[in-house]
């Protein structure tokens, strides 16, 4: 329809300051330190045995007579030696040796006593060890792992201990797949480096603790396990999965996670993403009024035809910090309409903004229609993103 020349080709776009969103060794004797001190019996010097005289043959050998009693100087009885005989007397030691027998005897009962506490003690020593061993063994029977592995653990370089306590722990690993405690599971697996199968044990745990939580809803955990699996199975596949069902249950322009993950599925081609960033990232306005001031928060329902006429708005939606220039189009009260015009003010998220006409919407005034005005808001890529209308009065 022909443009009325009673009204201006357009309006002049405007905004407010715009608001952004934007063992020990026990039981020993002690040692002496060299063979007991011998103190023997104290020695005495026996009397020399009697011997009686000879019988007095009045010869050779017999007694002097003095007219007294024979005597000697020394306080024993005795005998003269006899003739030619010039022999010295020898004094004879105890023939028995009791006291020397009594500490042989007593040290044979000490050292026997020392004896039987070291063969005890290295008995014990020994039995100990395999006493537990032979616990540790039972316990990784009957899949007490945690037990059988500190026992082995304990009991060092004993036999193949430490072998059996990497076993204890492997086995434990198995236990818990059977259990569906796959996170646990993997860990320990992981653990334990290049043990028999534990790499590949880790891998399937891992992928099923993946699997796991996309069934809980926790998707963006389940998205880091698939990744860091690599290429194992259907990983890549499954993280892919993940970000978008991540996506599509976190459908917030504010969440950089789900813009995040949008950008890289739409640049695969996943899916309906492009159409899921149109819907969350959608601009929208809306809070529309109308009055007759750019400053003014009144809100009129109607407006005189020979007035200044300003449509304010509030714009939501959009990528995170994103902006753009928004177009407009508008309907007179006679039917003709404005062709869209491209706003000379950028806009962004949560920030509010008018259009208007400071002059009023007619040339002439007196000429110009009364009825309905329409203004019509769009995205850059012509998407309509809201409109209102205002009553225009004589």
Same mark, same amino acid.
């Not at 005989?85 to 004879?92: D, G, S």
């Not at 004896?115 to 005890?120: C, H, K, M, V």
């Given at each position: 329809m022909p443009q009325p020349v009673n009204r201006p080709a357009g309006g002049l776009p405007g905004q407010y300051a715009p608001q952004y969103s934007?063992?020990?060794?026990?039981?020993?004797?002690?040692?002496?330190?060299g063979t007991p001190p011998y103190n023997p019996a104290p020695q005495y010097t026996p009397a020399p045995r009697y011997n009686p005289a000879p019988p007095f043959s009045g010869s050779n050998g017999s007694?002097?007579?003095? =007219?007294?009693?024979?005597? %000697?100087? =020394?306080?024993?009885?005795?005998?003269?030696?006899?003739?030619?005989?010039?022999?010295?007397?020898?004094?004879?030691r105890n023939k028995t040796g009791f006291g020397k027998k009594?500490?042989? #005897? *007593?040290?044979?009962? #000490?050292?026997? #006593?020392? *004896? *039987?506490? @070291? +063969?005890?003690?290295?008995?014990?020593? !020994?039995?100990g060890p395999a006493r537990k061993y032979d616990s540790a063994c039972k316990a990784l029977e009957e899949q007490r792992f945690d037990e059988a592995y500190d026992d082995f653990t304990e009991l060092g370089s004993y036999?193949?201990?430490?072998?059996?306590?990497?076993?204890?722990?492997?086995?434990?690993?198995?236990?818990?797949?059977?259990?569906?405690?796959?996170?646990?599971?993997?860990?320990?697996?992981?653990g334990l480096g290049n043990y028999q199968d534990s790499q590949t044990q880790y891998q399937s745990a891992y992928y099923q603790y993946g699997m796991q939580l996309m069934s809980e809803g926790a998707y963006n955990d389940a998205v880091g396990v698939f990744e860091s !699996?690599?290429?194992?199975?259907?990983?890549?596949?499954? $993280?892919?999965?993940?970000? %978008?069902? %991540? #996506?599509?249950?976190?459908?917030?322009?504010?969440?950089?996670?789900?813009?995040?993950? *949008?950008?890289e599925l739409i640049s695969l081609k996943y899916k309906d993403c492009k159409q899921l960033y149109k819907q969350i990232y959608a601009w929208k306005a809306a809070d529309f009024y109308f009055n007759t001031n750019s400053n003014s928060s009144e809100k009129k329902t109607s407006i005189s035809k020979?007035?200044? !006429? %300003?449509?304010?708005?509030? +714009?939501?939606?959009?990528?995170?910090?994103?902006?753009?220039?928004?177009?407009?189009?508008?309907?007179?009260?006679?039917?003709?309409?404005?062709n869209k015009q491209k706003s $000379?003010?950028?806009?962004?998220?949560?920030?509010?903004?008018?259009?208007?006409?400071?002059? @009023?919407?007619?040339?002439?005034?007196?000429?110009?229609q009364t009825g309905t005005f329409t203004l019509i808001l769009y995205d850059e890529n012509n998407n309509e993103i809201g409109r209102s209308s205002v009553k225009i009065t004589n």
């Open positions: 934007s063992v020990p060794q026990q039981g020993n004797v002690p040692p002496y330190g007694y002097p007579m003095n =007219g007294s009693v024979p005597r %000697y100087n =020394g306080g024993y009885p005795g005998s003269y030696p006899m003739a030619g005989v010039n022999q010295a007397f020898t004094p004879q009594v500490w042989i #005897i *007593l040290a044979s009962v #000490i050292g026997g #006593i020392v *004896l *039987l506490a @070291g +063969i005890t003690f290295a008995v014990v020593s !020994l039995s036999k193949d201990s430490k072998e059996k306590a990497t076993e204890a722990i492997y086995k434990k690993g198995l236990y818990l797949v059977k259990g569906e405690k796959y996170k646990e599971a993997a860990d320990i697996f992981r !699996l690599g290429d194992y199975q259907e990983s890549e596949t499954m $993280a892919h999965e993940a970000k %978008y069902c %991540y #996506i599509v249950n976190h459908m917030d322009n504010s969440d950089m996670t789900t813009y995040s993950y *949008l950008n020979s007035a200044p !006429l %300003y449509c304010h708005f509030t +714009i939501y939606g959009g990528p995170p910090n994103g902006s753009f220039y928004p177009y407009a189009s508008a309907r007179w009260p006679d039917g003709s309409k404005m $000379a003010v950028i806009m962004y998220r949560n920030g509010t903004y008018w259009w208007g006409w400071k002059d @009023g919407i007619y040339i002439n005034p007196q000429k110009g």
